[in-house]
């Protein structure tokens, strides 16, 4: 297990959680934002049944959670930060399933899930951390696994925000083609694939099937 990332301690801060809905989801351009991931999540999980137990790593806020529980599905929400998940917890009024736990080890058994999806986690973490969630997410998921990554190109939101607005960029930017390597690397054969929004926003979603799966 990786130990020495930044974005395992960093979250884990109580202001940290505490502002990360109002720094990210806040205003109109927040709410656009919301609204294109939360879309993105249901195009990635067509074809599981509504009903099946979905892993939300990590469950940050429950964003993703509530959304996967209004849709049918039962949502078991896993995150390092205990601060993160104490305020997932409100935000659902106490009705949601969740647990500590790393993602790189997790504390459940094989088969435990029919789906395990990962969004805004994947960029904070270095190839060996990264590599080790997405074998984690295997494990676990006899079904669907969805893993966001930014690959490597141009987009009109990060020529915005890094290069006008000094913003720092993610760290672990990876290429489409080591994300291919990568992902087959790690047990997991890819199905399709869908952007946040083509050309503005890099981020894309990898719809996979573990290789247990069938």
């Keep these: 297990m990786t ?5 395992k301690q960093h979250y884990q801060q ?18 656009f934002v919301n609204r294109l991931e939360q879309g993105l999540l ?5 074809g599981v049944s509504q009903g099946g137990r979905v892993l939300d790593l990590p469950v940050g806020t429950g964003r993703m959670s509530r959304r996967l529980d209004a ?3 039962r949502a078991v929400g896993t ?38 999806i990962c969004f805004r986690l994947l960029v904070h973490l270095p190839a060996p951390a990264r590599k080790n969630v997405l074998r984690e997410m295997a494990r676990v998921a006899t079904e669907r696994v969805v ?6 190109r141009i987009a009109l939101w990060w020529l915005l925000y890094g290069l006008l607005l000094r913003r720092k960029l993610p760290l672990h930017f990876v290429s489409d083609d080591d994300i291919r390597e990568e992902l087959a690397d790690c047990g997991l054969r ?8 083509r050309g503005v ?8 099937e573990p290789s247990s799966g069938t």
């Design 71 to 73: 849709e049918g599905y």
């Design 79 to 116: 995150d390092v930060s205990e601060p993160m998940l104490r305020i997932s917890a409100n935000l659902a009024g106490g009705r949601a399933n969740l647990a500590r736990g790393d993602g790189e080890r997790l504390p459940y058994r094989d088969g435990a899930f029919a789906a395990a």
């Design 147 to 152: 893993a966001v990554y930014q690959p490597h």
């Design 3 to 7: 130990d020495s990332y930044t974005a």
């Design 14 to 31: 109580h202001d940290v959680a505490g502002d990360y809905d109002r720094e990210r989801f806040s205003g109109l351009r927040g709410w």
């Design 190 to 197: 890819l199905v399709r694939s869908h952007t946040l929004l």
């Design 42 to 46: 249901m195009k990635t999980m067509e």
């Design 201 to 208: 926003f890099m981020e894309r979603a990898y719809v996979l």
